[in-house]
């Protein structure tokens, strides 16, 4: 994949607004809905936001030290790496969610939560906006960040920042099915 460096900073604020609208009307919800489950192994609305928490805890300071790290200068283009281009596209929201194993410490099943999951999610998603403004000004292409999953394996940061945004997207569909799911109950 092959785009302009300002379109993909873009194209990703657009959908991180996105995020936040439907993380705002999460906020509407009442408790009982926010922590109603499908089955007992599934998540509740709550610990599936909890789960993007999780992950932004570990992204967002790497993001963030990346680029305050680096000294190469904004590129005209982005071109997606092979690995970097596979996990991004794997975390794009389906027609029906395909199921991926979740790291022990990133699944948040079981856990007591409140709506300050929601709120620390919220402060996430503008600070994600923040990092994709900052980005602008480095290259996306020879910036390179650490993986959850190892910190051996590194992705070009325009890949980073797609992984992260569309993971946030993928499973605040999965949040709505919930709650469609938790309404017909």
Known sequence: MKIKSETLI????????????????LNQCSGANLNWR???ESWSILETIEHLNLYGYFYLPEINSCIEGTRSQADLYFKSGLLGNYFAESMLPKEKLNKMKTFKDK?????QLD??????CLKQ????????NEA???SLNRTKTAISISRWIKL????????VVYHNQRHLVQAENILKDSASN
């Open 156 to 163: 070009k940061l325009g890949d980073t920042l797609r992984v």
């Open 125 to 132: 998603q503008t600070q994600t906006i923040f990092l994709l």
């Open 38 to 40: 499908p089955t007992l």
């Open 10 to 25: 873009n194209e990703l604020i657009d959908l991180t607004k996105q995020n936040i609208t439907k993380i705002d009307a």
């Open 115 to 120: 709506k300050q999951v929601i709120t620390e």
């Open 136 to 138: 602008r000004s480095v």
């Open 107 to 111: 699944d948040p099943i079981g856990s």
